[in-house]
């Protein structure tokens, strides 16, 4: 007799426990982006490559080393 009601309310509890996942889901997962949003593109700058000729003469010396930096 258990056995019975427990094979016949199985497949409710199965039901309800993929509805109440779905609606879970739903109600509190992350929103997705707006319909009317843009791909974001590479925009690129005019001349990029000119002022990295100067950024290279600031730099120290490649024997430099720094007091604070261990070798361990």
């Known amino acids: 007799m258990v056995t019975v009601v427990a094979v016949l309310l199985l497949p409710g509890l199965g039901l309800l426990l993929f509805t109440m996942t779905y609606?879970?889901?739903?109600?509190?997962?992350d929103p997705g982006p707006p319909r009317h949003a843009r791909r974001r593109h590479l925009r690129l700058v005019p001349g990029g490559r000119t002022g990295q000729a100067s950024s290279d003469t600031d730099r120290k010396p490649a024997g430099h080393?720094?007091?604070?930096?261990d070798a361990a």
């Open 23 to 29: 609606l879970e889901d739903r109600l509190f997962g």
């Open 65 to 69: 080393r720094s007091s604070d930096r």
